[in-house]
């Protein structure tokens, strides 16, 4: 059965500090797919990325990067330098290719950035 | 390009009343799903399409609820009759599955049951 957790239910912090945000996934499937989502407090799902279970590059957009480890089963997603810009619920999520792309998402980490 | 569009955005109604939801995927994706998003159980996926035939709908809660898509840019999600229990943030998503398989959602429609 595939699972997604998100452990960390809401991080506080200050602004410019570095911040962490969880991802343990479970799945049977050799090929499938993990995903971050941002919801800032108007409420849409904005998409932030996508990764292939078979491409373990760590990636880097700006400020963001991820780190997939498939050892442990992880997809952690790092914010570095953070703005109160990037207060929002964060949700990982995992699709299996044998489910047609359906996501199943964690239960989401609210973060905080205080200025 | 224009993104998966919902409406309405916002809709209060009376318990038993029916209500409608709407959603246009984006143009030339093949697969358009319906989630639900409350405080009690997150986001959890209620039903989805693939070229317009409906392939999953396990998570659809109970028979008060439908789902059709009659053509490749157009879905409807009903609820009949409508409960307090049903109060929630509906999605529409969309992807393509020759492409990145990446789900874009729409802004989603706020439904409160009164």
């Known amino acids: 059965a595939q699972k997604v957790t998100q452990a960390q239910t809401e991080i506080s912090v200050v602004e410019k500090e570095d911040v962490t945000l969880d991802c343990v996934y479970e799945?049977?499937?050799?090929?499938?797919?993990l995903f971050w989502y941002k919801q800032p407090p108007s409420g849409e799902l904005v998409f932030l990325i996508r990764?292939?279970?078979?491409?373990?590059q760590n990636e880097i957009s700006g400020r963001y990067s991820w780190n997939f480890q498939k050892s442990t089963s992880s997809f952690n997603f790092t914010i570095t330098a953070s703005q109160v810009v990037d207060s929002a619920v964060y949700f990982c999520a995992l699709s299996e290719r044998n489910q047609g792309g359906k996501l199943i998402f964690g239960q989401g980490t609210e973060l905080s950035v205080k200025p | 390009d224009a993104g998966v569009i919902q409406s309405p955005r916002h809709e209060v109604t009376e318990m038993g009343q029916e209500v409608t939801l709407r959603c246009k995927p984006i143009?030339?994706?093949?697969?358009l799903f319906w989630y639900r998003q409350t405080m009690m159980r997150g986001l959890e996926l209620l039903i989805y399409f693939n070229n317009n035939v409906p392939i999953d709908d396990s998570g659809m809660p109970e028979d008060r609820f439908s789902a059709k898509m009659p053509n490749a840019s157009f879905s409807t999600l009903k609820i009949q009759p409508s409960e307090p229990r049903d109060s929630a943030v509906y999605f529409c998503?969309?992807?393509?599955?020759?492409?990145?398989?990446?789900?874009?959602f729409g802004e989603g429609s706020w439904l409160t049951v009164v």
């Open positions: 990764r292939n279970s078979f491409d373990e």
């Open positions: 799945t049977r499937d050799t090929t499938y797919y």
């Open positions: 143009s030339g994706h093949d697969y």
């Open positions: 998503a969309s992807s393509f599955s020759r492409g990145r398989h990446t789900i874009y």
